[in-house]
């Protein structure tokens, strides 16, 4: 398993944080997000675990469920940007 971190921008950080879809996307690949918002931005950081780091690059790219959710949400796609965690061996 890989902890991530997702990082971008949302339109409208209020309604963002009471209508997204990220549960009801995400939950249907089993995996739980936990939302951080950045003091005095539209920034929003999503921890997730997944079961590689490749996991999220596949969703993304093959999901139109994911990335029309993320538009209808009003995710800046562009400002998108994921953390791997990094465990000393």
């Excluded at 009801?24 to 995996?31: K, L, Q, R």
């Excluded at 005095?40 to 690059?57: E, H, M």
């Excluded at 969703?59 to 940007?81: F, P, Y």
Aim: aromatic share 8%; glycine share 2%.
């Amino acid at each position: 398993m890989k902890k991530l971190l997702i990082t971008h921008e949302v339109k409208d950080l209020e309604w963002w944080l009471h209508h997204n879809s990220l549960d009801a996307v995400w939950s249907e690949y089993g995996i739980k997000c936990e939302i951080f918002t950045q003091k005095n931005s539209a920034r929003v950081a999503i921890l997730v675990t997944v079961p590689s780091a490749q996991f999220i690059d596949d969703v993304l790219r093959n999901s139109t469920l994911v990335t029309t959710s993320m538009k209808a949400d009003g995710v800046v796609i562009e400002t998108l940007q994921i953390f791997e965690h990094y465990s000393a061996p």
